[in-house]
């Protein structure tokens, strides 16, 4: 990463800061997310228990993930980024100590909200130090890069963890002793995201153009808004069913945790690669092609997913679908903090994440469920066949666009 790459009103290394601190907090998230439906399964719960597992991990950014968009709207960056902190170490840590269903659940709640007000937090910031609208473009698939990375960090050293420290110890790979030593990485994780934000400049907070009560709702009386919501929940929808789907189809054919961590981790290296390519692409990238466009090469790649036979095929695809997706979330990013007022970004990512995770919430219990009584592939063709022909909406963001200076 180039000096130039960076705001100006950042020091050195500044956006990489922010990109560490991300890592560290979606690291502990995204191990979790993988390791504890593993151990659900273990103990012997159906796929719809692990699926309200799962929908945990979004039930408290749905609550939170407002008022957390008007928190970082009027403290900035590094309260909010503490509350979360302290918040994802208590649930991974209560993982350790009580590897239980209830308290995999309490853990689920507490660090998907920790992670989801710490991304508000850091991408109001981020967006709010761009000078123009290839900045935000760049600046954004330069963040974006950290959930990418932490989505292969998360399932591949927990599931390192889970099948090698019970053997180390004179156990079989897989004994809870595994489990227990990836919960513990990942409570101490959190603790990094602190060590890399407490030192990054201060941004001045935005006054507001109109000052008085306002509702995040109204955000939504503007078309080119409710089309962007739509297009990134679809999108949204496509990360949920692969994080949920694989592991149990990965389960059904036998594979272990570091196989299912590995393909879970090939799609997160993928997304990582094209976002460290677009930076430099910005100039010549249009949100609204990119987004379509992925939407139907995801629909595509769902429709052909549950035919791979083998972990390699799966894993090809796997890659596949992380350049495809991977793409999307910077242009979604530049788009939000074009469309809507400077002193509004925090409040515009909250809206956006609520919707995202009311979305999530019933998401992995509907796939749950349609999983348990027909099987996990037509959870892949559903989806698919929705996101294929839910480019259309895409197309609808097409310039112009910048209703709101930055």
């Known amino acids: 990463m180039s000096s130039s790459s960076l705001p100006q009103v950042s020091p050195r290394w500044g956006l990489a800061r922010l990109i560490g601190g991300h890592i560290c907090l979606h690291t502990c998230m995204a191990g979790l997310r993988m390791a504890t439906p593993l151990l659900a399964l273990k103990q012997g719960y159906s796929p719809l228990a692990v699926g309200m597992l799962m929908a945990l991990f979004a039930l408290t950014q749905v609550f939170l993930a407002l008022p957390a968009g008007r928190y970082a709207d009027r403290h900035g960056l590094r309260r909010p980024v503490g509350f979360s902190v302290i918040a994802a170490t208590l649930g991974a840590g209560l993982a350790v100590a009580f590897p239980v269903f209830p308290v995999l659940c309490l853990a689920a ?10 991304a508000i937090a850091l991408q109001r910031h981020v967006g709010r130090a761009a000078r123009d609208a290839t900045e935000l473009k760049q600046m954004f698939s330069w963040f974006s890069i950290g959930p990418a990375i932490s989505n292969f960090l998360g399932p591949l050293t927990a599931g390192v963890l889970i099948d090698h420290v019970g053997g180390f110890f004179g156990g079989q790979p897989g004994d809870l002793i595994g489990y227990r030593s990836a919960f513990l990485l990942m409570a101490l994780l959190p603790l990094g995201s602190w060590l890399w934000i ?11 153009a109109q000052p008085g009560s306002r509702r995040a709702w109204d955000l939504l009386r503007d078309p080119m808004m409710r089309r962007l919501l739509l297009v990134n929940w679809f999108l949204s929808s496509c990360w949920d069913v692969h994080t949920f789907v694989l592991p149990i189809l990965g389960h059904e054919r036998g594979f272990s945790a570091s196989v299912i961590g590995m393909l ?10 094209v976002r460290l390519i677009m930076p430099w692409l910005a100039a010549h990238l249009r949100e609204w092609v990119v987004i379509s466009s992925a939407m139907l090469l995801t629909g595509v790649l769902f429709a052909v997913y549950p035919f791979m036979p083998t972990a390699w095929s799966m894993g090809v695809c796997s890659v596949l679908l992380g350049l495809v997706l991977g793409s999307v979330q910077p242009m979604i990013m530049s788009t939000l903090h074009q469309i809507t007022p400077s002193d509004r970004h925090g409040e515009a990512l909250g809206l956006r994440l ?7 919430v019933l998401m992995p219990m509907l796939f749950g469920s349609i999983g348990a009584v027909v099987g996990v592939s037509v959870v892949f063709w559903t989806v698919g066949g929705v996101v294929g022909f839910g480019s259309r909406v895409a197309w609808g963001l097409r310039p112009p666009m910048l209703s709101h200076p930055m």
């Open 198 to 208: 407490r030192g990054t400049p201060v941004l001045p907070i935005a006054v507001a």
């Open 109 to 118: 709640l507490l660090t998907g909200g920790a992670t989801g007000s710490a």
């Open 264 to 273: 879970l981790g090939s799609f997160a290296v993928a997304a990582t690669l």
């Open 354 to 360: 609520m919707s995202l995770n009311g979305s999530s």
